[in-house]
């Protein structure tokens, strides 16, 4: 199976399967002199395991993670580091039923076409546990962005049809909240939208943002390796994501150009701009304004209701899953995106250091 690695300098591979032993990742490029503990990267795996709330899936799993190579005395030695998390709650027999049947919405179907069989213990490699190991991993570069004044924050911008008020935004409720929104006011009504789904036996969608801030102009390249383009990749390709939005996204095609551009300033001698539609990137370099990306994600396919489907003998037939599911994804992805992020604009970084002659002549120019 190809397409588990991701990067090209600091570079991650996942591993692991939704009731496999373990689910993990193993990075290299990752720099040595790093301090790094496992307690740096649970912080990040807590915002993302289930069981936190009533609006997440009962499924109970500590998602501990283990160091298993790459760090010695609490420092990164420059190999690749290996990190594992445990499984310790699978019910696999809660998925024997649809080893028959294709469930709708779900990547059954498109896995046998591909593969000749699949592995039905909750979705295999198609699961959200899966991303554990994103979530390790972007631990990891965060920590590195930190390092250099750049931050990548994620959270929840609507629920449904409950949207968070940005001029009531506040950082501490994305971590208080059980929906991860930074409008405490909004969430209580998104909790309360979430659980009449619930009682529907139903699901539900939801938009997330992550935005980068303190991240220079110059980073990201012109045609193929655009930033606004890999930040797109990474982050699409977190499951049930369906749309990613940079800037002001789609509004932007509404638009006349003189309404559209931002204009630049002069700052302290600095270029700034007036505004920012672009979402910090123009011509897939960063501009030095905040970078703002978006998602939209789905309804969480397993539902209770009864649904149509078909069976591997290519008959039609009604289904009922069962089994431990989200009503929604958003709240528990949202950490997910913000390690998207973080891993693609700290490689992005990494291959910049070589853009520049003159940076390689100054590294490695002795000092006189």
């Known amino acids: 199976m190809a397409g588990s690695t991701f990067g090209t300098i600091f570079k991650i591979t996942t591993w692991g399967e939704s009731h496999g032993k373990a689910l993990g990742v193993v990075i ?4 040595a002199g790093l301090k790094l503990c496992e307690d740096d990267i649970q912080q990040y795996l807590n915002r993302r395991k289930p069981g936190t709330s009533s609006i997440t899936t009962p499924r109970k799993e500590d998602d501990s993670v283990e160091i298993l190579s790459g760090v010695f005395e609490g420092r990164t030695t420059g190999t690749p580091i290996s990190l594992m998390v445990r499984n310790t709650s699978q019910k696999s027999g809660d998925y024997s039923e649809i080893a028959s049947f294709y469930r709708p919405g779900h990547a059954d179907y498109t896995f046998d076409e591909k593969y000749g069989f699949r592995d039905y213990r909750g979705g295999g490699r198609s699961s959200g546990r899966e991303t554990i190991g994103r979530v390790a991993a972007g631990a990891v570069a965060a920590k590195i962005l930190k390092q250099m004044g750049i931050t990548v924050f994620a ?39 979430l659980e009449e789904a619930k009682k529907a036996t139903d699901s539900v969608g939801g938009c997330m943002e992550c935005i980068v801030e303190g991240l ?16 797109a990749k990474a982050v699409m390709s977190i499951g049930a994501v369906k749309a990613v939005e940079i800037g002001d996204g789609c509004a932007v095609s509404g638009r006349k150009g003189s309404e559209n551009n931002d204009a630049f300033r002069m700052n302290d001698g600095h270029v700034i701009k007036a505004t920012n539609h672009a979402g910090g990137i123009l011509g897939g370099i960063s501009d030095g304004s905040t970078i703002l990306v978006r998602a939209h994600v789905k309804p969480t396919p397993s539902v209770f209701l009864t649904q149509e489907t078909v069976n591997k003998a ?19 992805a949202v950490v997910v995106m913000e390690c ?15 853009a520049k002659l003159d940076s390689l002549i100054d590294f490695y120019t002795p000092a006189k």
């Not at 290299?28 to 720099?31: A, H, Q």
């Open 28 to 31: 290299d490029g990752c720099p």
């Open 155 to 193: 959270y929840t911008r609507s629920i449904g049809p409950v949207h968070a008020d940005m001029e009531h935004f506040d950082r501490d409720a994305v971590f208080s909240t059980p929906t991860a929104m930074p409008d405490r006011k909004a969430s209580d009504e998104a909790v309360a939208y």
């Open 216 to 231: 220079p102009a110059g980073i990201g390249d012109p045609v193929f390796e655009k930033l606004d383009a890999n930040l």
């Open 314 to 332: 290519g008959e039609e037939i009604n289904v009922n899953i069962k089994g431990r599911h989200d009503p929604i994804i958003v709240p528990r």
């Open 340 to 354: 998207m992020t973080a891993l693609t604009v700290l490689d992005a970084m990494m291959v910049n250091m070589s």
